[in-house]
Nanobody, 121 residues
Framework: QVQLVESGGGLVQPGGSLRLSCANSGGTINFYSMGWYRQAPGNQRDLVASISRGGTPTYADSAKGRFTISRDNAKNTVYLQMNTLKPEDAAVYYC???????????????WGQGTHVTVSS
């Protein structure tokens, strides 16, 4: 079972840092690739960063060099360290867990409830 709970959002000044956490209260994340998405008002939900089951990260261009995604399978938690935050980073950040079907024809995808990030002076 997958129940994702995000935390760590809040208000930060431009140039500041935040660390988001996403824990699976339903159990292990070992079998899932994990991702962080964000959605600003009026915009679509976009991928920020993802990390494979083996720990290989991928970043959106907007996140490269500033954000770091990591996972701790022992704690069933994935993190997003966000540095040098900009006003345009403000959004609701969502955690996602995805597991491909053995057949390769689809996947199961789970979402957390989101955590708000505000970047403002």
């Amino acid at each position: 079972q997958v129940q994702l709970v995000e935390s760590g959002g809040g208000l930060v000044q431009p140039g500041g840092s935040l660390r988001l956490s996403c824990a699976n209260s339903g159990g292990t994340i070992n079998f899932y690739s994990m991702g962080w998405y964000r959605q600003a008002p009026g915009n679509q939900r976009d991928l920020v960063a993802s990390i494979s089951r083996g720990g290989t990260p991928t970043y959106a261009d907007s996140a490269k060099g500033r954000f770091t995604i990591s996972r701790d399978n022992a704690k069933n938690t994935v993190y997003l360290q966000m540095n040098t935050l900009k006003p345009e980073d403000a959004a609701v950040y969502y955690c996602n867990a995805k597991r491909l079907w053995m057949s390769g024809t689809g996947s199961d995808s789970y979402w957390g409830q989101g955590t708000h990030v505000t970047v403002s002076s």
